[in-house]
């Protein structure tokens, strides 16, 4: 255990290393950390919206729950395992290149990982182009993490896997959700005319 948590303080050192060093390259990552979640959220209230006919537009708006539920049952899944393994931040015990604030609640799992790791996921069984975007977006707000100073690189890989285990859990229900939206939108049509 010593090794891993030595390894992931190297890992740490390499990428905060970068920061404070390369303007361009800071304000690249001080972006993805602070909005690379809501470009996302952005995306998928776009796809509410979007679709050619009833039948596109219902499984657009099935895409974004079930994108939706995945981040919420991985930012619980989350907040329970913070509550029972507390880990200190990078900035409490070490120098680091500190480029954001942050409070000094606990590192392990990183819920910024999680949530966009969930999303994207989420994304990848029904909008292909929209799952490259999406998890281009997650790899770099989960890389940024790290970089800013805020995450060690292991809340971050442990951070995707919840996401990534979230949102298969809700893809695997997801049939149940699309059955009820189904049923929502025809009483809600039903309601209009």
Excluded at 156 to 182: D, R, T
Aim: hydrophobic fraction near 55%.
């Amino acid at each position: 255990m010593e090794y891993l948590v030595a390894l992931d303080y190297q890992w740490f050192q390499v990428i905060n290393g970068w920061a404070n060093h390369y303007r361009i390259l800071d304000a690249a990552m001080v972006f993805f950390t602070k909005l690379g979640i809501p470009l996302m959220l952005l995306y998928l209230a776009s796809l509410v919206v979007r679709g050619d006919n009833a039948e596109k537009r219902l499984r657009n708006r099935t895409t974004v729950m079930v994108a939706l539920c995945a981040a919420v049952l991985a930012l619980a899944i989350n907040g329970i395992l913070a509550q029972l393994f507390f880990r200190d931040r990078p900035f409490i015990d070490h120098a680091v290149n500190l480029l954001v604030y942050h409070d000094a609640t606990s590192s392990w799992p990183s819920n910024h990982a999680a949530i966009s790791a969930a999303m994207a996921m989420s994304l990848c069984f029904r909008r292909r182009w929209g799952a490259r975007v999406c998890t281009t977006i997650a790899v770099l707000v989960a890389l940024s993490r790290v970089y800013v100073g805020v995450h060690y690189p292991m809340d971050i890989i442990s951070g995707f896997i919840i996401g990534i285990v979230a949102s298969f859990i809700i893809i695997g229900i997801s049939e149940k959700l699309e059955h009820l939206l189904i049923r929502l939108q025809s009483h809600y049509e039903k309601q209009g005319s």
